[in-house]
């Protein structure tokens, strides 16, 4: 708080066309290419993030309609088994960590700072950071892919078929490394979450006004922040085992290999709610918005968001449940995956409350959480029965699981994320999407997910194991994965639609206004898409529903110094004003970083000497990164 | 989902859906999991069909009052406390009816049959434990059981982790390196049961089923009995001269035939291949023509598979098929 | 919050999707034409390939000679390969070289990383050992093993006493560790420590 603290510098002295000015000079991204490159903005690099996660789904998709097409009669001779492997594996891969963990945590980096009302995200270096390692990781699985070294070991690789001795090459190491870039990624964007959430909110939005998708974000960066050690200490273990034979997964030297298991599902089960919790948050801002009322318990809610958090590291023994462990053992594990279904319900239960006193209003936005009630509650129903123990020894491994997984992941996450999509799009790019398209694309995606993946359960229950790349003729499952396959040309046609109306209407969509909903949280505030410093003021939050309670312009404070980026630091409870903060500017330098390391890890996987010579490029891009360049967010 | 549906009522009704089906149980495993599954998806059934009637309530219920009042919500909040409490009942009870019948299906008392399983990339090498007075014996791919009597079976891996499961009459269990697993099991009448591995396991995952082959217990006897025996010298002029190739060539030095110089330990035992339902781990049935077709390409057949194709003239391959077929 | 500012917000924005989007494109473009060009992991070697692996010439004294043309077309896939090194290395406790070459230190049988190669390091010259036998105790493997089989493990062997450790060599086993793994290059750690049962007439240190 020192620095020239004369007037002039302060947003206080100008009227709204001068501060714009004022602001945009010094919050926008220079242009061109260079300008891209070093950016910082948590919108543009949010948008980018949303993008690339798209872009990888729809590649998983593609290798999904790839297994589909092998699968669709007995003994098909159109993909092998060395292929099959490898797409099955990088389809589970690229979807859990290319796709489902960024894309959510993606929307958050967009919509958290709008959300909370500040200017940037915390940390915006380290976030620019972040999307070049997830880059770079996802680069690395696809490249070796279609370098036909793609890992062929499943998406949970497990030990011994993933370890030395029997997975040649250095497919599994691809996999393993990848696992660090994106962890690496996802940590740096749960801790800018969860500082943003608690220190950078708008002035009175104490913790009972956070909006419920914020809530959400934070208890899912807490879950990553808590999870995703134990994945990276797995698959580090593994390189190891794999590159200068440490034995941690030798029974013959005293390794085990259910502990690469153990590791494995303690962060693989809270990996399924990081994906889902934020679903949860969008279900409940599009429900309070297209039923025009808030949701219904706020405060139940919340406290089902944390529940969820703490139950969903209690349980990822119920994916060892044939391991050979100990029955009592595991009967409790089952106890506390049935248990998390009361607060799944209590969230189900509170929407239905909600749709009940709101007047529902059908755009697509809604008709996709509509989809995703429909879809969930059988995913939800079907991993209570896969939690109980003697139910599980039968489907586990089966059909039965992968329907019960989609319907939870795509019935659960990714409807809600395109219900997202639909209703944040004008606030991403200052367009609308179609609603007629729109209507189609509900329709199509949900009759044929439901037509592709339904008929699995059954085909799990006749006795079809996962991840098979082929089945015999004399077995009774033909016609059902005909018509599977068949159905999945529609789920494919429902998306495809899906990305041409993307790409039409971020090119030309309609103009949407700043609140095309009549939305009432705080993103809807500024305009769509919002300027660089986001709000020209900051606003002053005087309840949950921030913008609905006001019928005339929202309260802003002021005091900010326009001369430099900066922006509010508050305190965590009760959002009272605490200080001002230099925010940092744009730099080429999280993009060198990012560099460095990528060549350190991929090196890495090659000789351990990596390690030491690469941490010296490392070292220099991070010294570059952190020295003082005299400019004026230097200053304290 | 009406279509969906449909599919379902009728592969539960139908139940009879091939011999590798959770839902077409003949041990008392199976049976008491099928009970459980019926159950448990009955329930569920119809809590799905509660919660969805619901949500088309709260969306398409008719006039809605003009604002909220405070007793509306109260109920609101009533009904939500109803359900999350139903939900906590149901839940409950389902945990409990999980954890009896974990119970009835537990690992058999120690003066049961016991069988060794052996799980190889990707072939089933079994075990069947001697006596005293009878010696122990091995084959592959297929396990006979007395019906009526629990079986012991003890679950090894000698290189991945496998899992074996035979739905109509238990469960699955892994079969892990560095462990020994152990899993009951049981068939109520006579008929032949096909299992799969189930844990993902490498290239040929697909291709690696087991035979459970039920029987009375007089004629599993019968079959015990022959299966100790060393293999026969073929009487057929074919087949001599194929066992005479059989050993000569690369084949014995992976295979092992009891009562010839064969004794390779990498391969499945063929002692008395020519007895068994299939070959190749559930890949085709035991005929003259498969065995040649096996023998002669194993790499088209099942890629990647641990057999090589060894170069064989057409009267090299046509005897040893035939050397194959007579070791009954 | 004028129109001005979105104008320039969007001027600033499109050139980032688009320039990741193609960027992702190129690459993965790039890499599908390079792994076009790549061999894939050949599982089933065709029957007149395998029959020309056969056809290798020696020279007269037994111990060096030149692989068949068609090795080289197939891109040396023996010394080359990750899975066909695997399956060589699978083949070793198969066929129990153990037994007279211990865990690649010798025992009955000589030592493969004391740098000293009786018949020379070649390819040709392992393959050779493995299928025809060789003086003092060596059997031949010709009935035993396919040549396919024999080129595998010869290139395995091989790896064992390279003294520039391969990436594609196999790692350790799961078995009890008794020394380093191919990957690592046994043989100059052994080497340097002075190995155990190395053979008398060691030759001198690479």
């Not at chain 1, 206080?12 to 950016?39: C, I, K, Q, Y």
């Not at chain 1, 070796?144 to 499943?154: H, N, S």
């Not at chain 2, 396991?201 to 025996?229: K, T």
Request: with cysteine; net charge neutral.
């Amino acid at each position: 708080m020192t620095g020239r603290d004369s007037t002039d510098s302060r947003d206080t002295g100008f009227n709204d066309g001068e501060l714009d000015h004022r602001l945009a000079s010094v919050w926008s991204t220079p242009p061109g290419l260079w300008g891209a490159l070093s950016s910082v903005d948590h919108k543009i690099i949010g948008r980018r993030y949303i993008s690339t996660a798209f872009v990888f789904l729809a590649l998983g998709g593609l290798l999904a309609l790839l297994m589909r097409l092998q699968l669709a009669q007995p003994e098909a001779r159109f993909i092998g088994p060395d292929r099959y492997n490898q797409i099955f594996t990088v389809h589970g891969t690229n979807m859990m960590f290319l796709f489902a963990v960024p894309v959510m945590q993606a929307m958050a980096v967009y919509l958290v700072p709008l959300m909370v009302g500040t200017r940037n995200i915390a940390f915006p270096r380290l976030n620019a950071f972040s999307y070049w390692m997830y880059l770079a990781g996802g680069l690395l699985l696809w490249i070796a892919f279609v370098l036909d070294t793609g890992p062929d070991i499943g998406w949970f690789a497990y030990v011994p078929l993933s370890g030395p001795q029997y997975a040649a090459g250095k497919r599994a190491d691809i996999w393993a490394q990848m696992i660090t870039f994106t962890e690496v990624s996802a940590l740096a964007v749960a801790v800018e979450i969860v500082v943003t959430v608690f220190k950078q909110r708008a002035p009175g939005m104490s913790l009972d006004r956070i909006p419920l998708f914020v809530w959400s974000m934070l208890v899912t960066s807490f879950l990553v922040i808590l999870a995703m050690p134990a994945i990276m200490i797995a698959s580090t273990s593994l390189i190891l085992d794999r590159l200068v034979e440490t034995h941690l997964f030798n029974p013959a030297e005293g390794g085990d290999v259910l502990l690469w298991q153990h590791l494995f599902w303690f962060f693989g089960h809270p990996e399924v709610y990081i994906i889902f919790l934020p679903a949860v948050g969008m279900v409940s801002t599009i429900v309070a918005t297209f039923t025009r009322r808030p949701v219904f318990g706020y405060l139940a809610m919340v406290m089902a968001l944390i529940a969820t958090g703490v139950l969903a590291f209690g349980l990822w023994v119920h994916h060892m449940f044939v391991a050979g462990l100990p029955r009592l053992g595991e009967s409790f594990f089952t106890a506390s995956s049935m248990a998390i279904a009361v607060p799944a319900g209590l969230q189900i239960f509170c929407w239905l409350a909600t749709m009940w006193a709101g007047k529902p209003i059908f755009k697509t936005p809604f008709l996709f959480v509509i989809g995703f009630m429909v879809t969930f509650v059988v995913g939800g129903l079907t991993g209570v029965m896969v939690a109980s123990v003697p139910f599980d020894t039968q489907v586990h491994d089966t059909y039965f699981v992968v329907a019960h997984f989609h319907y939870v992941l795509v019935g659960g996450a990714v409807f809600p994320l395109l219900g997202a999509i639909y209703y944040w799009f004008p606030k991403l790019t200052g367009r609308m999407m179609s609603e007629t398209v729109g209507r189609w694309v509900f329709g199509l995606i949900f009759a044929g997910f439901n037509l592709t993946f339904f008929p699995m359960h059954i085909l799990g229950l006749r006795g079809m194991p996962r991840r098979v790349y082929t089945y015999q003729p004399e077995m009774p499952w033909s016609a059902l994965n005909l018509f599977i396959s068949l159905s999945a040309s529609i789920l494919a046609l429902g998306f495809l639609l899906f990305f041409i109306d993307v790409i039409r209407s971020a090119r030309s969509g309609a103009a949407a206004s700043s609140n095309p909903w009549g939305a009432s949280t705080l993103e809807w505030a500024t305009s769509s898409p919002p300027p660089p410093y986001n709000f020209a003021r900051l606003p002053v939050i005087g309840s949950l529903e921030a913008l609905s309670d006001q019928s005339t312009a929202l309260p802003v404070a002021t005091g900010l110094r326009v001369d430099r980026r900066e922006l509010l630091v508050s305190s965590v409870v009760e959002a009272i004003p605490e200080a001002r903060e230099s925010s940092a500017g744009d730099s080429i330098w999280p993009l060198w970083a990012a560099l460095a390391t990528t060549a350190t890890l991929i090196w890495s996987i090659f000789t351990p000497w990596a390690v030491v010579w690469g941490s010296i490029p490392v070292a220099i891009a991070l010294i570059g990164w952190f020295w003082p360049k005299g400019v004026p967010e230097d200053e304290s | 989902m009406r279509v969906a549906s449909a599919l379902l009522i009728s592969a539960v009704a139908s139940g009879c859906s091939g011999n590798q089906s959770a839902l077409d149980p003949h041990g008392a495993p199976a049976i008491h999991m099928e009970h459980l599954i019926i159950g448990i998806v009955a329930i569920c059934t119809v809590i799905w069909v509660v919660v969805m009637v619901m949500l088309g309530v709260a969306l398409l219920r008719g006039p809605r009052a003009a604002a909220d009042t405070a007793k509306s919500e109260a109920w609101l909040a009533m009904t939500v406390v109803a359900a999350v409490a139903a939900t906590v009942i149901i839940i409950a009870g389902l945990t409990i009816a999980s954890f009896y019948t974990t119970r009835d299906i537990g690992v058999p008392k120690s003066d049961a049959l016991t069988i060794t399983v052996r799980g190889q990339q990707w072939w089933w090498q079994v075990f069947y434990a001697g006596a005293d007075a009878t010696p122990g014996f091995q084959t592959a791919n297929e396990i006979h059981i007395p019906i009526g009597t629990d079986v012991h079976l003890r679950l090894e891996s000698a290189d991945v982790i496998h899992s074996f499961w035979v739905p109509s009459l238990a469960g699955k269990q892994d079969l892990v390196p560095g462990r020994s697993n152990s899993m009951l099991l049981r068939a109520e009448k006579p008929g032949v049961y096909r299992g799969q591995c189930a844990e993902f396991c490498g290239l040929q995952h697909s291709h690696m089923a087991i035979m459970v082959v039920a029987e009375a217990p007089a004629d599993y006897d019968r079959w015990a009995a022959s299966q100790r025996g060393d293999a026969t010298m073929p009487a057929d002029p074919d087949a001599a001269a194929g066992r005479g190739a059989f050993l000569a060539k690369p084949c014995a030095a992976c295979h092992t035939i009891r009562g010839t110089a064969a004794n390779g330990t990498t391969g499945p035992d063929l002692t008395h291949i020519g007895s068994r339902l299939t070959i190749a781990a559930g890949l085709a049935e035991t005929t003259r023509g498969s065995l040649a077709a096996w023998i002669a390409d194993p790499q088209t057949l099942k890629p990647g598979n641990n057999m090589p194709m060894v170069p064989l003239t057409s009267a090299e391959l046509q005897n040893i098929s035939a050397y194959m077929e007579s070791l009954k | 919050m004028g129109a001005q500012n979105r104008l320039t917000e969007r001027t600033i924005a499109n050139p980032a999707p688009a320039f990741v989007a193609g960027a992702l494109l190129l690459l993965i473009g790039v890499g599908a034409l390079l792994g076009w060009l790549r061999q894939p992991r050949e599982l089933r070697l065709d029957p007149p390939a395998v029959a020309d692996l056969d056809q290798f010439r020696r020279m007269p004294n037994g111990i060096s000679g030149t692989p068949p043309e068609s090795y080289f077309a197939l891109g040396k896939p023996y010394e080359t390969d990750a899975y066909n090194l695997s399956q060589g290395k699978r083949l070793y406790t198969w066929f129990d070289c153990a037994t007279c070459h211990g865990d690649g230190r010798g025992g009955a049988g000589p030592s493969f990383l004391d740098g000293w190669w009786l018949y020379g390091p070649e390819m040709v010259s392992i393959v050779a050992s493995i299928r025809d036998g060789r003086p003092h105790g060596m059997p031949a493997f010709r009935s035993r093993m396919t040549i396919e089989q024999i080129w595998q493990l010869a290139g395995y062997v091989q790896t064992i006493g390279s003294y520039t450790p391969k990436i594609a060599a196999p790692s350790r086993n799961d078995n009890e560790h008794t020394r380093p793994a191919e990957n690592r290059g046994p043989a100059i750690i052994l080497f340097d420590e002075g190995p155990l049962g190395a053979h008398p007439d060691q030759g001198p240190s690479p």
